[in-house]
């Protein structure tokens, strides 16, 4: 067990003062708070620093030499905490981002590139579900939420005293595999047999047999990728090498989705609010 910086302070305040009542008041203690406290310094050393006669604490030789080693190190301390600490406080500021895995590769090569003409700040990525984004919004545990709404979760976020602001469109494309497309005579022939690969969102929405849902297009495209069927994705999100792996079949398929549109969304009074409009007007 090792000795605190409270009984390191108690020790020099009862040193000083000889005194266990105005040491007790100087350290807003009670006698018997103080007085265990320094009890419990000299249990953890395994000597005593005082003799006690007639209800007096009189330093001993090995409280003198306590004393003298111990004192330095405080005054050291004091020091360091009027001046690094302060000096410390003025760090980068981090601005933390919650966000889909739709959005993590595309605004991470957008503020890699930010950073290399400007490096005051420093951020940090929180990759989760759109219902955690709301509720770290909520808790400002987030400083900004890069998130898709509809018009009951913008209201809301504007009740609570968030602005909203918009982003970009998603557009969907649909894609299949190009390896699994080699082997096709017409695609058009083969898609009638092959799954239809969605946002489980999207369920209710179009009303499709034979199809997979999953809950995110990072799983959507995995899915995609390996063959396993046809399916819809953000064309403008996808990274050069992911759509190298895919073919474009916008023509050859009946179904169509919707354009969504994404948000931007942070508390009205953000002290990162400059921060947060350079990295999300940046085009």
């Known amino acids: 067990m090792n000795y605190t910086l ?12 000889k005194s266990l009542r105005q040491s007790a008041e100087a350290m807003f203690l009670t006698p018997p708070a103080l007085t265990k406290q320094l009890q419990n310094l000299e249990d953890i050393i395994g000597f005593q620093l005082f003799e006690r006669t007639n209800n007096k604490l009189i330093a001993n030789n090995k409280g003198h030499a306590f004393y003298t080693l111990i004192k330095p190190m405080l005054l050291e301390f004091d020091r360091i905490n009027q001046l ?23 605004l991470f090569c957008k503020i890699s590139q930010i950073m290399q003409l400007d490096q005051s700040f420093d951020y940090d990525l929180v990759v989760e579900n759109k219902t955690k984004h709301i509720e770290l919004l909520l808790k400002h545990e987030v400083d900004v ?12 976020l504007k009740d609570h005293g968030f602005d ?3 982003y970009t469109d998603i557009i969907f494309d ?49 899915a995609i ?26 023509k050859q ?4 989705i ?4 994404s948000y931007y969304v942070y508390a009205q009074n953000s002290p990162l609010l400059s921060l947060i409009e350079m990295v999300f007007n940046a085009r």
């Open 6 to 17: 409270q009984q390191l302070r108690v020790f020099i305040s009862v040193y000083e003062l």
């Open 84 to 106: 690094e600490l302060p000096f410390l406080k003025h760090k980068k500021p981090t601005l933390k981002i919650a966000l889909s895995q739709i959005f993590e590769q595309s």
């Open 145 to 156: 939420a890069l998130v898709v709404l509809n018009e009951g979760e913008k209201n809301m």
């Open 164 to 166: 909203v602001r918009l």
């Open 174 to 222: 649909a894609y299949i595999s190009r390896d699994l497309a080699k082997g096709f005579n017409g695609i058009e022939q083969e898609l009638k047999t092959l799954k239809c690969i969605m946002q489980t969102q999207l369920k209710d929405m179009l009303q499709i047999k034979n199809a997979l849902y999953f809950s995110s297009y990072t799983t959507i495209l995995h």
């Open 225 to 250: 990728s390996q063959g396993i069927g046809y399916g819809f994705l953000p064309t403008a999100l996808l990274a050069v090498q992911e759509k190298e792996m895919l073919l474009n079949i916008n």
């Open 253 to 256: 398929i009946p179904e169509n």
């Open 258 to 261: 919707a354009n969504m549109q």
